[in-house]
């Protein structure tokens, strides 16, 4: 079997064991720091959405779409229209659409998957194993 090369830079990498205490200290500090750093971010980025989400739909065409859908004009926020597109593209054929309906609505387990997959298995095989009709 062929032996990895070594990536560049890699040669200057000291292993965690072979630093001081005080190294090993500094280090889990400043990744403690760092890891604070990017929670808060992703919490403000997180509130910044649910925002969003929240706020009322500013395009009007987009608006009167939703609205022919059966929706008040007056309870649609972008939370509503993004779930509406959502299930746009999954009525289209997109499988990745597909599997977000059905995670957001609880239906994405893979016991689920599984049985669906079954189901469609059997079936394709019933019609592979009918006689043709003459």
């Given at each position: 079997?062929?032996?990895?090369?070594?990536?560049?830079?890699?040669?200057n990498l000291i292993?965690?064991?072979?630093r001081t205490v005080e190294e090993q200290r500094l280090m889990r500090h400043n990744g403690g720091k760092a890891s604070g750093v990017a929670r808060r971010k992703k919490k403000q980025l997180r509130q910044i959405m649910l925002d969003l989400l929240a706020k009322d739909?500013?395009?009007t065409k987009q608006l009167r779409k939703v609205a022919n859908?059966?929706?008040d004009e007056d309870e649609i926020d972008n939370a509503t229209l993004l779930v509406v597109c959502l299930f746009k593209r999954a009525c289209l054929g997109d499988v990745s659409a597909i599997k977000e309906v059905r995670n957001?609505?609880?239906?994405?387990t893979s016991a689920d998957v599984m049985r669906k997959l079954d189901e469609i298995l059997l079936g394709v095989e019933a019609q592979t194993n009918d006689p043709p009709d003459s």
């Open positions: 079997m062929a032996e990895k090369k070594p990536r560049p830079g890699e040669k292993p965690i064991n072979e739909v500013m395009d859908m059966g929706y957001l609505i609880g239906e994405d």
